[in-house]
């Protein structure tokens, strides 16, 4: 997992694997602020992003996921998004509902030890496959968040 923010994009990108740098700076390519909600293509299957209105909800409404395929970067771009990560032994939980042979997601039980961070407009993630996190979480009151998920292929870290 890695947090960051776009006001230090210049200095953090040096430390991403040159994929993350690519999705992130295809997003400055269009104004996410004005574009609908949906899903875009940058490469096919193998990198996109959806940009999603949501509505946060109370951490214990919300489930913790993972992913088998696909990397995770969530930004932020309106409101604020509470995140709970835990450590990627978490995953060796038995899931609650296993969808990654057709959705690329499970859900699963809140895991010991997990640790929160809210992202606020401008901020970002980086889940890894595998690692645990879990989005959507309010602070303090529901609130609207517009946000844009990329999912990068883990096929492609190997390029």
Same mark, same amino acid.
């Given at each position: 997992?890695?947090?960051?923010?776009?006001?230090?994009?210049?200095?953090?990108?040096?430390?991403?694997?040159?994929?993350?740098?690519?999705?992130?700076?295809?997003?400055?390519?269009?104004?996410?602020?004005?574009?609908?909600?949906? /899903?875009?293509?940058?490469?096919?299957?193998?990198?996109?992003?959806?940009?999603?209105?949501?509505?946060?909800?109370?951490?214990?409404?919300? /489930?913790?996921?993972?992913?088998? /395929?696909?990397?995770?970067?969530?930004?932020?771009?309106?409101?604020?998004?509470?995140?709970?990560?835990?450590?990627?032994?978490?995953?060796?939980?038995?899931?609650?509902?296993?969808?990654?042979?057709?959705?690329?997601?499970?859900?699963?039980?809140?895991?010991?030890?997990?640790?929160?961070?809210?992202?606020?407009?401008?901020?970002?993630?980086?889940?890894?496959?595998?690692?645990?996190?879990?989005?959507?979480?309010?602070?303090?009151?529901?609130?609207?968040?517009?946000?844009?998920?990329?999912?990068?292929?883990?096929?492609?870290?190997?390029?």
């Amino acid at each position: 997992m890695f947090i960051g923010d776009l006001r230090h994009w210049d200095e953090q990108k040096s430390f991403l694997p040159p994929v993350f740098v690519r999705a992130i700076e295809a997003l400055h390519e269009g104004d996410l602020l004005a574009m609908p909600a949906d /899903r875009y293509e940058i490469d096919g299957d193998t990198l996109f992003f959806m940009i999603q209105d949501v509505k946060t909800r109370p951490v214990g409404q919300q /489930r913790p996921e993972a992913h088998r /395929r696909y990397a995770d970067i969530q930004l932020v771009l309106t409101g604020v998004e509470r995140y709970g990560v835990a450590q990627h032994d978490a995953v060796h939980l038995p899931p609650i509902e296993d969808m990654r042979d057709t959705h690329d997601i499970a859900f699963f039980p809140p895991p010991k030890n997990e640790a929160f961070f809210d992202l606020e407009p401008g901020m970002y993630a980086v889940f890894l496959p595998g690692e645990l996190h879990r989005p959507c979480c309010a602070v303090g009151e529901p609130g609207e968040v517009r946000k844009v998920v990329v999912k990068v292929d883990r096929a492609l870290f190997e390029k």
